[in-house]
């Protein structure tokens, strides 16, 4: 059974500081990942993809993706309290496996001021 | 730019009642997805449509009902609601099924009384 795991949470971090965010996932032929941001009552928003082995930054924010582990993990540098939501972490299904997208049940993140 | 629009965006119904929702999508996007989202469960894929003229059941499809009615809509039925269809409902839509990421309506707020 294809799996998103995320740890729940809630992951609390002070104003400035780095969060760390991560996702593993079952699945060796996945091959697109994202991340996204649910603010409460809101619905996702999506805020990072990455498809190849590495880093991929987009300002405070930088993915990490290393297959071989088969993880997946999201950098908030510089975390304001505007940053406290759920982060979703999704892992597309190998192109031949019939099916979408498979969510993790997010990581509820909390910045304080 | 609308994005992915989906009605209502809050509907209270009565055991028994059914109804449909909603989703339409001005992206020019090839697939489209339901999921319901619910307190700890995190989203759950009821049905997709990958492209126009298909549909596919997702990990939680009993009880509803979908429609592809053109390259834009993608409608939800729910035929005789029971309160454990009590939940939030997203409608996503997206290029490809795999590789592209998703984009997400506003969410319709579904009471069963």
């Known amino acids: 059974q294809k799996e998103v795991e995320q740890n729940s949470g809630p992951l609390s971090v002070p104003e400035g500081a780095i969060a760390s965010l991560n996702c593993t996932y079952s699945?060796?032929?996945?091959?697109?990942f994202f991340w996204y941001r649910q603010y409460s009552g809101k619905s996702p928003e999506l805020i990072m993809f990455?498809?190849?082995?590495g880093d991929k930054e987009d300002g405070r924010f930088t993915a990490q993706l290393n297959k071989a582990s088969q993880y997946v993990s999201l950098l908030i540098r510089d975390s304001q309290p505007s940053d406290s939501a759920t982060y979703l972490c999704?892992?597309?299904?190998?192109?031949?496996?019939?099916?979408?997208?498979?969510f993790g049940k997010g990581t509820t993140l909390s910045v304080s001021s | 730019n609308a994005g992915v629009t989906q009605t209502p965006k809050f509907q209270v119904l009565k055991t028994g009642q059914s109804m449909t929702l909603q989703c339409a999508q001005d992206?020019?996007?090839?697939?489209m997805y339901w999921y319901r989202q619910d307190p700890g469960m995190g989203l759950r894929l009821i049905y997709y449509?990958?492209?126009?003229?298909?549909?596919d059941k997702g990990e939680v499809p009993n009880g509803y009902n979908v429609s592809r009615l053109n390259k834009r809509e993608f409608s939800l039925r729910l035929e005789s609601a029971a309160p454990s269809q009590t939940s939030v409902y997203f409608c996503?839509?997206?290029?490809?099924?795999?590789?592209?990421?998703?984009?997400f309506g506003d969410g319709t707020r579904l009471s069963i009384l």
């Open positions: 990455i498809y190849s082995n």
């Open positions: 992206m020019n996007h090839n697939s």
């Open positions: 699945d060796r032929g996945s091959q697109s």
């Open positions: 999704a892992v597309s299904p190998p192109n031949q496996a019939g099916t979408a997208l498979i």
């Open positions: 996503a839509s997206s290029a490809d099924r795999v590789y592209q990421p998703q984009h």
């Open positions: 449509s990958a492209s126009e003229g298909t549909t």
